[in-house]
């Protein structure tokens, strides 16, 4: 006995086409998070073109039921508060499991009218936000349910069901969640963010946490060259479109042949791009000293050095106890090790002079660079150098 045409909705039994547009519905929602509601709401990273921030904001109203006030108001919470008791959804704080099958729920109980007053300045206030956007919150979802069983009758049932756990399990779980607890850090920026893959893909280029932690203004979360953000390739698209213009992209940063002067100008550069810097010296600095030690070292010493390298050049938040302690015995037997340790919080403490005048940071550079280069340590004398080069690029808003 067959089963009638319509338990198969107008498309008929086909798993592909089903499989097909709920792969492409979920995508268009994904674009619709990372470029809209992150990068041009909650970040300003880029401009949109007013037709398309009226899509993206029909498309998340219809598949999501999110509100653009609501998302960017938590959003940029999260930036202010990271990993602290404020922060609306920290693994570091909460749990990760918590905040992976849990996220949608530390989402809706950090709306408060307080943090959308604060953190919600900007977003939508139209007569479309207020009399359908907002007033009628769930009906979008209503019409993709009505959608999705008159396309595929039965099987619209599971499509329906796949779309609706996307967002909430994708982006309030895993980006929120894991993207603060596993997977590698290009740059030691003060949380815990993490890039989870170096492809971002399947959630349209988030995956790169870390990145975006690092530079959370800029339109592109890619950084290394293997790196793939897929919402960045969306945004060249509408740009070449003339639907978007990029504002900002990371620092943009000269290096000039020749030039051994600290000026203020390699200041500014080395400032502007402190965070490649201090990835950069744990690569040429840190790094080639650890393995000259491990290299000499007896068994007991070799033990004391494994991942020496990372836990030595380590954000201070991410320490835990027992790796506190080896860096301690680390300082205490090794010298050369103890000296670059406390050259680079040396290093990361001249930033903290940005405060004040230009004059004081000078002073406090110069000073570090002169005591590096009094170490005679060969690998530091040459990061001195090469930092030397750095300067602002004359016509730095050209390149936008
Ligand atoms: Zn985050
Ligand atoms: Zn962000």
Excluded at 174 to 187: E, S
Excluded at 337 to 343: D, G, K, N, R, S
Aim: overall charge negative; aromatic content about 12%; some cysteine.
């Amino acid at each position: 006995m067959s089963l009638p045409d319509w338990w198969y909705g107008i498309v008929g039994l086909n798993p592909w086409v089903a499989i097909l547009y709920t792969l492409v519905v979920t995508h268009v929602t994904i674009v619709s998070v990372t470029v809209y509601l992150h990068r041009f709401s909650a970040h300003r990273a880029l401009e949109l073109h007013p037709s398309l921030q009226h899509f993206f904001r029909f498309w998340l109203w219809l598949t999501t039921g999110m509100v653009t006030v609501e998302w960017t108001a938590i959003h940029r919470k999260h930036h202010a508060t990271t990993e602290t008791e404020e922060d609306p959804h920290s693994p570091r704080i909460h749990g990760l499991r918590a905040i992976l099958f849990r996220g949608v729920e530390f989402y809706r109980a950090g709306v408060t009218a307080d943090t959308i007053d604060r953190y919600g300045k900007g977003t939508p206030e139209d007569w479309l936000e207020r009399n359908v956007y907002s007033r009628f919150l769930f009906t979008g979802i209503v019409i993709v349910a009505v959608a999705d069983i008159v396309l595929f009758g039965s099987i619209g049932i599971v499509v329906f069901g796949v779309q609706m756990l996307w967002i909430p399990f994708f982006a309030a779980g895993v980006i929120n969640g894991v993207g603060h607890f596993w997977g590698y850090r290009n740059f030691e920026c003060p949380d815990a963010a993490t890039n989870i893959v170096p492809w971002g893909i399947l959630i349209g280029g988030e995956e790169l946490h870390n990145n975006h932690h690092t530079y959370p203004n800029s339109a592109k979360l890619s950084v290394r060259p293997w790196e793939f953000d897929l919402g960045w390739f969306w945004i060249r698209c509408f740009q070449s479109l003339g639907l978007a213009k990029p504002l900002y992209t990371g620092p943009v940063v000269e290096r000039v042949n020749g030039k051994n002067q600290i000026d203020m100008d390699t200041t500014w550069g080395v400032l502007n791009d402190r965070f490649e810097v201090m990835a950069r010296y744990a690569e040429e600095v840190v790094g080639p000293l650890v393995e000259e030690e491990y290299r000499r070292a007896d068994r007991a010493t070799r033990q004391m050095l494994k991942r020496a390298k990372s836990i030595l050049c380590r954000e201070e938040m991410l320490i835990k106890e027992v790796e506190r302690q080896r860096i301690a015995r680390i300082v205490d037997n090794i010298p050369v090790l103890a000296t670059i340790y406390e050259m680079r919080i040396e290093l990361q403490a001249v930033w903290s002079k940005r405060g004040g005048n230009g004059e004081e940071l000078l002073i406090a550079f110069r000073e570090w660079c002169s005591t590096a280069e009094a170490t005679g340590i060969q690998a530091l004398r040459e990061f001195v150098e090469e930092l030397k080069s750095y300067s602002v690029p004359r016509l730095a808003a050209a390149t936008f």
